[in-house]
């Protein structure tokens, strides 16, 4: 794999240095100058392991050992207003000085797979002993709402995304015959209800990336899938 970067919204890249030749990029957030990334290469300790740049790239500086022993997967990391959220085995995190120093949230210490924040809202997939689970703060993750209940059923959530008042999350089941199945729901009231979303997409949307990602004003899925947040009709990408 290789790392590139845009300035320009896309319609240049140019590729930056990355800590190893051969590796596996999970996923990567940026605030300013800095860059985080979290990856996989073979001659590294443990796998996926965390990695900083001060300088866009130019230079990196291995985090994992900033971090307790007993965390064995750091599992996303996202930028919201200048302040890095790591989702791990063991916690959440969050950087608010571009990565330098990291702070764990006590409130919860049960895994975090990801996150997703807007204001003043953290929405957060995080480890259950049955399925991983959704819960949800307002006071900055000192305290959280379980909101697994008001989601249709399912064996495990993939991905969830904040964006103004809408909530995108994707539920993954299976069937008896070993068949996995998409379902992309959202929300306008912050979990309570749900509504399935799938105008524009195949029947089965079954895929290897059940990420959401955000750019300006357009929600973008698995990267094949695009729609507006005043929208409610996924586009396919051209």
């Given at each position: 794999n290789?790392?590139?970067k845009?300035?320009?919204?896309?319609q240049?890249?140019?590729k930056?240095?990355s800590?190893?030749n051969?590796f596996t990029?999970?996923k990567?957030a940026?605030?300013?100058?800095?860059?985080?990334?979290?990856?996989a290469?073979?001659?590294?300790p443990?796998?996926?392991?965390?990695?900083?740049?001060q300088?866009?790239?130019?230079?990196?500086t291995?985090?994992?050992n900033?971090f307790?022993?007993?965390?064995?997967?750091?599992?996303d990391?996202?930028?919201?207003?200048?302040?890095?959220y790591?989702?791990?085995?063991?916690?959440?995190?969050?950087?608010?000085?571009n990565?330098?120093?990291?702070n764990?949230?006590?409130?919860?210490?049960?895994g975090?797979?990801?996150?997703s924040?807007?204001?003043?809202?953290?929405?957060?997939?995080?480890?259950?002993?049955?399925?991983?689970?959704l819960k949800?703060?307002?006071?900055?993750?000192?305290?959280?709402?379980?909101?697994?209940?008001?989601?249709?059923n399912?064996?495990?959530?993939?991905s969830v995304?904040?964006v103004?008042?809408?909530?995108?999350?994707?539920l993954?089941?299976w069937?008896g015959?070993?068949?996995t199945?998409?379902?992309?729901?959202?929300?306008?009231?912050d979990?309570a209800?749900?509504?399935?979303m799938?105008?524009?997409?195949?029947?089965?949307?079954?895929s290897?990336?059940k990420?959401f990602?955000?750019?300006?004003?357009?929600?973008?899925y698995?990267?094949?899938y695009?729609?507006?947040?005043?929208?409610?009709?996924?586009?396919p990408?051209?």
């Open positions: 290789s790392l590139y845009t300035s320009n919204n896309g240049n890249w140019n930056i240095n800590p190893f051969t990029f999970n990567i940026a605030i300013g100058n800095s860059i985080c990334i979290i990856m290469a073979d001659n590294l443990q796998s996926p392991e965390l990695f900083l740049s300088n866009k790239g130019d230079t990196w291995y985090l994992t900033s307790p022993s007993y965390i064995y997967d750091y599992n990391i996202i930028a919201y207003n200048n302040t890095y790591l989702s791990t085995s063991k916690g959440l995190y969050t950087s608010n000085n990565g330098l120093n990291w764990k949230n006590l409130s919860l210490d049960s975090f797979y990801s996150v924040v807007y204001g003043n809202k953290i929405f957060a997939i995080t480890k259950s002993l049955s399925k991983n689970v949800k703060s307002i006071d900055n993750g000192n305290t959280w709402v379980d909101l697994r209940n008001s989601l249709p399912y064996n495990y959530i993939s995304l904040s103004g008042n809408k909530l995108y999350i994707n993954v089941s069937d015959n070993g068949n199945f998409d379902s992309l729901y959202t929300s306008t009231n979990g209800t749900w509504k399935l799938h105008n524009g997409l195949p029947s089965n949307i079954n290897q990336n990420d990602y955000l750019f300006n004003d357009t929600t973008y698995n990267s094949l695009k729609v507006s947040i005043y929208d409610t009709v996924w586009v990408m051209q």
